[in-house]
């Protein structure tokens, strides 16, 4: 028999947001993940990486600025924030797996997401990322081709499109491991957005929704489960005012029907809902849980969390 399959979408508190948080992070992270694979789960492991990327980003442009070679795509960065953060939490889970005397292997696959080079998206971007500029440094990047926007009274940064996944390219490999009994680190940050042109795939500017990616790959995996951790241990409605209600279960057609409300920010739980909605009405009987790291475990078992089903 098969064992339970569930892809695991790590939020930001999980990594930290500098190198030592992070090693400090993924320790913690481990520990959560090791406690699932002993309950002789599939796991599949993806990741944002908001403040590493931009960290690379940074750093790159500012090796640009001092002359030593030219911009670095932000595809490349991407990929560089794949390898960094999967050495990190690979190798956290590795040493929890030893510390515990238990023989599973751990794998982190560079991944490469698919988009459509003609998505809507590209014509409206609005995804911030990078360091911040004055308004003069950001007339530059737009007069070399940049789109740059104004991020919250902070500056401006360039911004890029967030189209939507299409096909993850190393699916195979990953499903092959996975079948092996591997704990697989996959799609990190969204995945590298690549599109088709003429027979080979080519890096284009643009971010890939985490949770979006985690949802595809829990399909295309045929997931029992899509958990998406994140900084609450619930999802809420009315979140913030006196109104304020905790939601143990979401069937699909009141999620659909909150979304439509507005009652999910779209810069953090909206995403969420959306992933764990499609997930949920990919095939009978599948649950998406909403919650915190410490309580996957117990999400799981269906005492806390929020449970996204049909």
């Not at 795509?73 to 939490?89: E, H, K, N």
């Not at 900084?231 to 279960?249: D, Y």
């Not at 790291?293 to 269906?302: F, R, S």
Request: overall charge neutral.
């Amino acid at each position: 028999m098969r064992r339970k399959r569930i892809v695991i979408a790590l939020g930001g508190n999980a990594l930290g947001n500098n190198v030592a948080e992070q090693r400090e992070a993924v320790a913690r992270t481990a520990r959560v993940i090791v406690d699932l694979a002993q309950e002789d789960m599939d796991i599949i492991l993806t990741h944002g990486n908001g403040p590493q990327v931009g960290m690379i980003q940074n750093a790159m442009d500012r090796m640009s600025h001092e002359g030593e070679g030219g911009p670095v795509p932000l595809p490349t960065s991407v990929a560089m924030s794949q390898g960094y953060i999967g050495f990190d939490l690979q190798n956290a889970v590795k040493y929890e797996l030893y510390r515990r005397g238990l023989d599973r292997k751990v794998s982190t696959i560079l991944s490469q997401v698919e988009v459509d080079a003609d998505d809507p998206e590209f014509l409206n971007p609005t995804k911030p990322i990078g360091r911040f500029m004055t308004r003069e440094k950001a007339k530059k990047k737009e007069a070399a081709g940049a789109v740059c926007m104004e991020d919250a009274g902070r500056g401006y940064r360039v911004v890029v499109a967030s189209p939507e996944p299409r096909r993850i390219r190393e699916l195979e490999t990953i499903r092959t491991l996975v079948d092996a009994g591997h704990i697989v680190v996959a799609c990190g940050g969204g995945g590298i957005p690549v599109v088709w042109q003429d027979g080979k795939l080519a890096g284009i500017d643009a971010v890939i929704d985490k949770d979006k990616v985690s949802s595809l790959l829990a399909v295309s995996l045929d997931a029992d489960y899509l958990v998406i951790l994140t900084a609450v241990e619930k999802v809420a409605i009315h979140f913030g005012t006196e109104r304020q209600e905790w939601l143990s279960e979401l069937r699909v057609a009141q999620a659909e029907e909150y979304m439509a409300q507005g009652q999910f920010a779209k810069g953090s739980m909206l995403p969420k809902i959306e992933a764990a909605v499609r997930f949920a009405t990919s095939c009978e009987g599948k649950k998406a849980l909403i919650t915190l790291l410490d309580k996957a475990a117990e999400g799981i078992a269906g005492k806390t969390g929020t449970i996204i089903r049909c």
